[in-house]
């Protein structure tokens, strides 16, 4: 993305045609990509419910068990975190054993109390493939939107340094 974005920048700063023109290659070629994986994520949304529950699982196991090495357990918190704050979620299940697990660390959304625990993050997970889809298909159309903007700029200023008289 940062060659990308570089691409496009030193393009329209040189006036280059050739390096606005592979710009605009670049974004309709992440554009495709963008649309295929959609369209995929869409016709498959089970799988890719289950493999984010056994992504979370994998992440939770190295958060909370003793004895991973540190950086490891840092970094497998640090996602645990954001995956949390996002879905406002915290543990895997609803069990007595989570819920201890849950007070007695700082990877849980801020507000989570024995009188006020955070729902579990498989259901979270579960509803936000299932009943919420259509949210994540907005998110995906405003970027598609804001991509042939870029792709219709690109071309746009392409063409009129083409068009511009040379002095």
Request: charged share 15%; aromatic share 12%.
């Amino acid at each position: 993305m940062m060659f990308v974005g570089f691409l496009g920048c030193y393009g329209a700063i040189q006036e280059s045609q050739c390096l606005l023109g592979t710009f605009f290659a670049c974004l309709v070629l992440l554009f495709a990509c963008e649309v295929a994986a959609g369209i995929w994520g869409f016709m498959n949304k089970d799988t890719v419910a289950r493999e984010f529950i056994t992504f979370y699982d994998s992440v939770y196991e190295k958060g909370m068990v003793q004895g991973v090495l540190e950086d490891k357990k840092r970094a497998a918190t640090t996602v645990l975190k954001a995956i949390h704050e996002t879905l406002d979620c915290c543990g895997k299940d609803s069990t007595i054993i989570n819920l201890f697990s849950q007070l007695s660390t700082d990877v849980c959304p801020d507000g989570t109390t024995v009188f006020n625990p955070s729902k579990n993050c498989h259901e979270r997970i579960r509803s936000l493939f299932g009943d919420k889809v259509h949210l994540v298909g907005f998110a995906a159309l405003g970027v598609a939107v804001i991509m042939i903007f870029e792709m219709i700029f690109s071309m746009v200023l392409c063409c009129s340094i083409r068009n511009s008289p040379v002095y």
